[in-house]
């Protein structure tokens, strides 16, 4: 059983910069492929980012030299270091851990997920 737990949301102004944690226990957290999604009031969960096992990553172009996603092998924890924070940033971010080695940008390539973490960028 995979539990994923995330943590470092918060209120942030806009300009201002996060980091979100994610801790994975459960699975042999360095061979998978790791991912952030989000969601805002009235959307669908979107993705934003996702590390391979390999060090590979892949961002949607909305967060491209905004964010950074990045992963502790040694301590189960993936990383989302949010810089330049908008006020379009503003929803509830999740982790997921993908069942692959390779990147995932879609919902269906992830079959564990954490409880979400709410960023709420102001203005």
């Known amino acids: 059983q995979v539990q994923l737990v995330e943590s470092g949301g918060g209120l942030v102004q806009a300009g201002g910069s996060l980091r979100l944690s994610c801790a994975a226990s459960?699975?042999?957290?360095?061979?998978?492929?790791m991912g952030w999604f989000r969601q805002a009031p009235g959307k669908e969960r979107e993705f934003v980012a996702a590390r391979s096992w390999s060090g590979g990553t892949y961002y949607v172009d909305s967060v491209k030299g905004r964010f950074t996603i990045s992963r502790d092998n040694a301590k189960n924890t993936v990383y989302l270091q949010m810089n330049s924070l908008k006020r379009e940033d503003t929803a509830v971010y999740y982790c997921?851990?993908?069942?692959?080695?390779?990147?995932?940008?879609?919902?269906?390539?992830?079959?564990?997920w954490g409880q979400g973490t709410q960023v709420t960028v102001s203005s």
């Open positions: 459960g699975r042999t957290f360095r061979s998978y492929s």
């Open positions: 997921a851990l993908s069942p692959s080695r390779r990147i995932g940008v879609h919902l269906a390539d992830y079959d564990s």
